[in-house]
């Protein structure tokens, strides 16, 4: 009997070494399976420079002369487009890129708009505004970053001057235009030279070109073709500036933009006034190309008539806007939404716009889209693919600081492809 109790004592402690050793398995296979730790983060940290060109069209490398941005996506990885968020405007849509969210959820639906819920409106020249948590939905990268012990830093993206719940980037800056680029480049550079203890892991960078001179010129114009070109040696300059740190092989940079522009015509202008008499409209928001309108009670039906028969514009109600702009939800969009078509312009006042650009458009667009090129030791090497949507983004520089997103409407599918 003794031999027996001996036996089955044998095998019950290997049983239990067998059931650990199925557990301890299932710890090490689980961040594959997941894509995502659900321990402690990797010893070893990879940076993500996150940089943004307001307006860089995705063709432009086609059109003009961009070595650098062709030499990153060579290192790296490079989509043939990215498609912006609705309505394709640069407050919204750097709020989509840093979210994962669209407007309709993030609830940036528009570069100036009322907020209702707050009894406040929002205008991207207002100090006030923009300053203000309560506008800004979702949770921003560099908030989900600092939440899980991750440094953040942002030298001008939408969204950073806010305490958005209640956190900024441990470094940020109130916008400046008269800041530099050169000087832009060289803080970021500084901050990435600080001691480990100090330096941030995430950092986003803004510059706000070539969106003013495509407006003033137009996409395809020897003006723009420059301020292109100038861009692009500026992405070279910070290249050689990054390979120059200790860990610079460490450092993932994401150059992308925030929509594309589309060619304008004064000959294509419509006055919103000529065609809807101001009795029937309660407010009116917006700017060219997108308008929100809430029409005076019982006057939604004529409005809509009304804009409806003119050429180059569609007005809509907001609960029937086409379902692929992802937009219409949100408690601040009014009632009816008006967008012009392509190279036409809206407006309320008499005479037509002097601008030979413009973006707020169909985000389907091809005028709109946008670019992506990646490159660093969390990338493939020479990788071309089709497209890449920006509500992604979020999702992709989680991924590589091994931190945990927020809800977002990314799909954790499309970077896959991207990743080593």
């Known amino acids: 009997m003794q031999l027996i109790n001996i036996s089955l004592s044998g095998i019950v402690r290997v049983k239990r070494k067998f059931v650990l050793a199925l557990f301890l398995l299932f710890i090490i296979v689980l961040p594959v399976i997941t894509g995502f730790s659900p321990g402690k983060r990797k010893p070893y940290k990879n940076y993500v420079l996150l940089v943004s060109l307001d307006a860089f069209r995705w063709d432009y490398p086609d059109l003009y002369n961009?070595?650098?941005?062709?030499?990153?996506?060579?290192d790296g990885v490079r989509a043939e487009r990215m498609i912006s968020s609705f309505p394709t405007n640069t407050f919204p849509n750097h709020y989509s890129i840093a979210?994962?969210?669209?407007?309709?959820?993030?609830?940036?639906?528009s570069n100036s708009f009322p907020a209702p819920d707050?009894?406040?409106f929002y205008r991207i020249g207002d100090r006030e505004a923009v300053e203000n948590p309560d506008f800004y939905g979702g949770e921003p990268m560099w908030v989900t970053a600092e939440k899980q012990g991750v440094k953040a830093a942002s030298f001008f993206w939408v969204g950073s001057e806010a305490p958005v719940g209640g956190m900024h980037p441990t470094y940020w800056k109130k916008y400046d235009e008269s800041v530099g680029y050169g000087e832009r480049i060289d803080t970021i550079v500084k901050w990435l030279g600080y001691p480990e203890q100090n330096r941030p892991e995430l950092l986003t960078l803004y510059l706000d070109e070539p969106d003013a001179t495509s407006h003033d010129f137009g996409p395809v114009s020897a003006e723009t073709g420059e301020v292109v070109m100038r861009l692009d040696s500026l992405i070279g300059a910070l290249r050689n500036k990054l390979s120059s740190l200790p860990y610079g092989d460490r450092i993932n940079l994401i150059v992308i933009s925030d929509h594309g522009m589309a060619s304008v015509s004064p000959e294509k202008y419509i006055n919103l006034k000529s065609l809807v008499p101001d009795r029937m409209i309660a407010s009116i928001s917006g700017g060219n190309p997108v308008y929100l309108i809430n029409p005076a009670e019982g006057k939604a039906d004529s409005l809509l008539l009304l804009i409806n028969r003119a050429s180059g514009v569609r007005a809509w109600r907001k609960s029937e806007l086409p379902s692929k702009w992802h937009y219409g939800t949100h408690p601040r969009i009014p009632e009816i939404v008006v967008v012009a078509d392509s190279s036409w312009s809206?407006?309320?006042?008499?005479?037509?716009?002097?601008?030979?650009?413009?973006?707020?458009?169909d985000n389907y667009n091809p005028d709109l889209f946008s670019i992506f090129y990646a490159a660093g030791p969390s990338f493939k090497k020479n990788y071309s693919f089709s497209e890449l949507k920006n509500t992604d983004v979020y999702n992709l520089v989680c991924r590589i600081l091994n931190i945990k997103p927020a809800p977002n409407d990314g799909n954790r599918k499309n970077i896959r492809k991207l990743l080593r």
């Open 118 to 120: 707050l009894g406040l």
């Open 99 to 109: 979210t994962g969210l669209y407007p309709d959820h993030h609830g940036l639906i």
């Open 66 to 74: 961009t070595p650098n941005l062709d030499i990153l996506g060579n």
């Open 346 to 361: 809206i407006g309320t006042r008499p005479s037509a716009f002097s601008n030979k650009g413009a973006h707020g458009y």
